[in-house]
C-alpha cells in the first residue's frame, strides 16, 4: 500500500467504486466482535416482524467498509484523521448476500498541513445508504 502525497493530490480526483461484498456470515461475525446482537441482522423473520424487507447490516459495519476503502486510498488507517456520516438507509442483506458500493472524490486540498477532505458515495442495491460521508486524510 502506498502512502498518498499531497503533491499528487488535487480536487476532483476520484477513488473507487470499490464494491464490497456482505453476506450473512459477515453480519454474525461483525455482531460477534462488536457485541451488537439485535436479531434485525441475524434472524430474517424477526427483521421481517418488525417491518424491514430482510436482515440488514450494522450501520457501524456499512461505515467501518467506506473507512476502510478510504484509509487504503490514503495510504492507511492511521492517514484519516476525521470521519463522519449520517445514517440514510439501511444495507439490506438476502440470504444471497448483497454489495456495498463506496467511491471518493476530492473536495480540497490544503497544501500547508498536507490534509485532504474526501466527500464519499456509498450505495447498496442502487441505494445511497450513508449520507454526508465524509472523511479528513493526512496526506504526506
Known amino acids: 500500500m502506498s502512502i498518498r502525497t499531497a503533491a499528487e493530490t488535487q ?3 476520484v ?27 441475524q434472524d430474517e423473520d424477526f427483521a421481517k ?13 456499512t461505515m467501518g467498509a467506506a473507512g476502510s476503502a478510504v484509509s487504503r486510498w490514503a495510504g492507511g488507517a492511521g492517514r484519516v484523521v476525521e470521519f463522519g456520516t449520517r445514517f440514510t438507509k439501511p444495507v439490506v442483506v438476502p440470504a444471497t448476500g448483497a454489495d456495498v458500493v463506496i467511491g471518493g472524490t476530492v473536495k480540497s486540498v490544503d497544501s500547508q498541513t498536507r490534509r485532504a477532505v474526501v ?4 450505495t447498496a442495491g442502487g441505494e445511497k445508504v450513508l449520507g454526508r460521508c465524509v472523511a479528513t486524510v493526512q496526506l504526506d
Open 11 to 13: 480536487a476532483g480526483d
Open 15 to 41: 477513488f473507487g467504486p470499490h464494491t464490497v461484498p456482505v453476506a450473512r456470515e459477515t453480519l454474525v461475525a461483525y455482531a460477534d466482535a462488536s457485541g451488537d446482537q439485535n436479531p434485525i441482522h
Open 49 to 61: 416482524s418488525v417491518g424491514l424487507p430482510d436482515v440488514i447490516a450494522h450501520g457501524m459495519w
Open 119 to 122: 466527500d464519499m458515495t456509498v
